[in-house]
């Protein structure tokens, strides 16, 4: 091997090596080496993640309802939209 690529080599195992240890790739495999805390981070996860969709959701869906309520003057979309804001409130499960 030339000098060169004996650096080169070098240069890339060490940074193989910084990167390794930045991701923590041994706390990673003792995470899932042991089942029952992994399914239960999973668990949590999921939890969290359900819980963040329901409130994206929510926002969304109450910002176009408060768009669409705002439209109702435009004359071509007014009664377009009053008939869907009637369809919703009818159809509102309570």
Not at 66 to 86: M, Q, S
């Amino acid at each position: 091997m030339k000098k060169e690529e004996e650096k080169s080599l070098t240069e890339s195992i060490l940074a193989l090596t910084k990167f390794i240890k930045k991701t923590q790739l041994k706390e990673w495999l003792k995470l899932v080496n042991n089942p029952k805390k992994f399914f239960f981070y999973n668990f949590l996860l999921g939890i969290i993640r359900g819980f963040g969709w329901a409130v994206g959701a929510f926002i969304v869906f109450s910002l176009i309802i408060w768009l669409l309520l705002k439209l109702t003057f435009v004359p071509f979309l007014g009664d377009w939209i009053t008939n869907l804001i009637n369809y919703i409130q009818e159809n509102r499960l309570y």
